[in-house]
């Protein structure tokens, strides 16, 4: 089992950045991917930044060059730096861990919120 709880989010004007944290819990050493995704009401919850043990990352098109995945060594702690922010980057922000196993965890979510 993982657990995942995230931080960090919260209300930022257009133009400024955020820090979002999840520490990570449990059956780390098992965890060989770990992503950001977002969500607004009534759409589906989509990919902004994902980092694989080797420490390959992926971004959102709509992110890139705004948003910095990291993570730390003993995949513990993994961040998403966002800067530049944008109204339309408001969204709830999910945690996720992948396995060995193929196993698959959710954080509760964290809300970012992107206005003036």
């Known amino acids: 089992q993982v657990q995942l709880l995230e931080s960090g989010g919260g209300l930022v004007q257009p133009g400024g950045s955020l820090r979002l944290s999840c520490a990570a819990s449990?059956?780390?050493?098992?965890?060989?991917?770990m992503g950001w995704y977002r969500q607004n009401p009534g759409k589906e919850r989509e990919l902004v930044a994902a980092?694989?043990?080797?420490?390959?990352?992926n971004y959102a098109d709509s992110v890139k060059g705004r948003f910095t995945i990291s993570r730390d060594n003993a995949w513990m702690t993994l961040y998403l730096q966002m800067n530049s922010l944008k109204p339309e980057d408001t969204a709830v922000y999910y945690c996720?861990?992948?396995?060995?196993?193929?196993?698959?965890?959710w954080g509760k979510g964290t809300l970012v919120t992107v206005s003036s």
């Open positions: 996720n861990a992948r396995t060995i196993s193929l196993r698959i965890y």
């Open positions: 980092i694989t043990r080797s420490g390959v990352t």
């Open positions: 449990g059956s780390i050493s098992t965890i060989n991917f």
